[in-house]
């Protein structure tokens, strides 16, 4: 395997405008994020940016950036025009899209992303989860679960599965574990040309969740239990929380 992480990021999102930029500890948290994918050691580190001061902050922290049309729909759309501008040949073919927000996450989480690469038969896509521990977050339409067919009756960390269903309602019902899933993606290269190139679906149009279009393409979807969920940067309250998560940690850096 050849892996790229490539970290799409745009100044305007809705919740939180500029926030590839917001400060964490003195360093802007789209660094941050660069930081720890480059910790996971899987590969080089491009991040896609949909502005040019995203481009110079990255840049000025030693990182790599190419900077994209900032029209371009989704951060899929903005990982594939990076990978084209960056690696035309064709060299990597494992892209993991690792989103910007997500300054705390563990490398060992990000590595963790290509585990079904290396079996016999893998998955065009893989992606992360972990175990839902807080019962309030089994109905809460923000938690997006995961129906996986894992290969054990008793998943936990490191656990592998065929992911069948992406929804926002609790799924699947009766008893056992439920999944909540880390929107953290592996392509085989052909996989995210692929999917780029497919119009939105009608079950992703219902469940506003992007991943059902490539379940309704056909492409498989791996999902690798993590042990936790990392911390998204969506609103100001999480953009606390994450500063509080980096002043807390021994030493302040991955």
Do not use: W
């Not at 745009?10 to 994020?33: F, Q, T, W």
């Not at 729909?73 to 997500?102: M, Y």
């Not at 490191?158 to 926002?168: D, I, M, Q, S, V």
């Amino acid at each position: 395997m050849r892996p790229l992480v490539v970290i799409p990021a745009r100044m305007a999102a809705s919740r939180l405008p500029g926030k590839p930029l917001a400060d964490i500890a003195g360093e802007p948290m789209i660094v941050r994020v660069m930081r720890r994918a480059e910790a996971a050691r899987i590969g080089p580190v491009l991040v896609a940016a949909a502005e040019p001061e995203i481009v110079a902050a990255v840049e000025a922290a030693g990182g790599r950036a190419v900077l994209t049309d900032p029209a371009l729909p989704s951060g899929s759309d903005r990982v594939r025009a990076a990978l084209e501008a960056f690696d035309p040949g064709g060299r990597h073919d494992i892209i993991v899209n690792l989103q910007g927000d997500q300054p705390v996450i563990e490398p060992a989480a990000i590595a963790s992303a290509l585990t079904p690469f290396g079996a016999s038969a893998p998955p065009d896509i893989a992606t992360l989860g972990a175990l839902i521990v807080e019962p309030r977050e089994a109905d809460d339409p923000n938690v997006v679960k995961a129906v996986v067919a894992f290969r054990t009756d008793t998943p936990g960390p490191g656990a592998c599965g065929r992911a069948l269903y992406f929804t926002r309602a609790r799924a699947p019902s009766g008893e056992g574990p439920l999944v909540h899933h880390i929107g953290i993606y592996a392509y085989a290269r052909g996989a995210l040309e692929r999917f780029v190139e497919l119009p939105p679906s009608p079950l992703e149009r219902r469940e506003r969740l992007e991943q059902l279009r490539a379940l309704e393409a056909g492409l498989s979807i791996d999902l690798v239990l993590v042990r936790d969920v990392p911390i998204a940067v969506d609103t100001p309250a999480d953009l606390e929380r994450a500063r509080a998560a980096v002043l807390a940690r021994s030493g302040d850096r991955p």
